[in-house]
């Protein structure tokens, strides 16, 4: 007989001011949460986060009881989805279904001190990590919001054969899309050459790279959208001192090619989109094989990722 489960609807607001995240601090419990709380019967979501949002920054934002009234400061914009995320609250059989929104705060707009009674406090961006919200499923969502700008849904771990590998899953449509979005930001020295690691590190997965594969991976290489703002016969000239590095000894190349990704190591959109840019080299040629994927998992180890908010555990191609 199933064991019925009690599951609860929240919303939370992250409210961006350009390099500072708002959080409420709960004295009680030593601890920041972004601002926001339940959805009533019968409400939505979407209703609940613009309530939500004018008790933040409304002129009523103080208010222990939230006003019915759902509409917004003009000077703010309409929150935008963010992800949901589930994540237990208690017994194994209480749960709480959290939906994100963002919403930006206008340069010169006046941050409240209070919410609902709580005290409001900055944090900033360079320096949010999981630790800095609470609970650490919301935490991750909400910080790969503000990397990728790309909803997110994480839900509870399931029990599963490859609890690692399934955890989630995405297209390599999707991912190539996240890298398209955001190569803007991946301009510098430091990714291409991680990038490029991580090219040669997927060919060589298998423990070598012959001339098909090597003349394949270049093709990529001088030809990725993602890398357009690097010459080409500099990116040529990166893979092939790989390429040569390999066949002379593969576990030293081997070696080297991580410590070059790990040179966007704490950079978080730069280390994400290695790690997303080697999924999609991966896929290039239909299949995601077990050795290519343990090469993305030795990228997201010395890169010091969570792999289970990574989206590139069983890559799939989208079928038309």
Known sequence: MPVPTDVRLDVRILLDTGDHLVAVYLPAEA?????????????????????????LVGSDRDARTPPAATAVPASVALPAFVGCVEHATGPAEHRTITTLF??????????????????LVVLSLGSLDERSLTPPA???VA????????????????SEPEPWWNHLRGSAQSFRAQLDARRHELDDTSFRDAAVAMCALVAAADG???ARERDAMATIVTTDRVLNAFPPDELLA????????????AGEARSAALREIAKV????????????FGAVIGHADGTFDPAERTAVRQA????????TTLAVQAVQAVRP
Do not use: K
């Open 31 to 55: 601890a920041h949460v972004l601002p926001g709380g339940t959805v009533e019967p019968g409400e939505g979501v979407g209703a609940a986060a613009a309530r939500h949002l004018r008790v």
């Open 102 to 119: 963002s919403a930006d705060i206008p340069a010169g707009t006046d941050i409240p001190a209070t919410y609902l009674g709580a005290p």
């Open 138 to 140: 919301v935490a991750a």
């Open 143 to 158: 910080i790969r919001w503000l990397e990728d700008r790309w909803p997110t849904w994480r839900g509870l771990p399931v």
């Open 208 to 210: 070598t790279i012959d």
């Open 238 to 249: 990166l893979f092939d001192a790989h390429v040569a590095a390999f066949r002379a000894d």
């Open 265 to 276: 190591r704490g950079r978080r959109v730069r280390a994400r989109s290695v790690v997303q």
């Open 300 to 307: 997201i180890d010395v890169l010091g990722l969570d792999p």
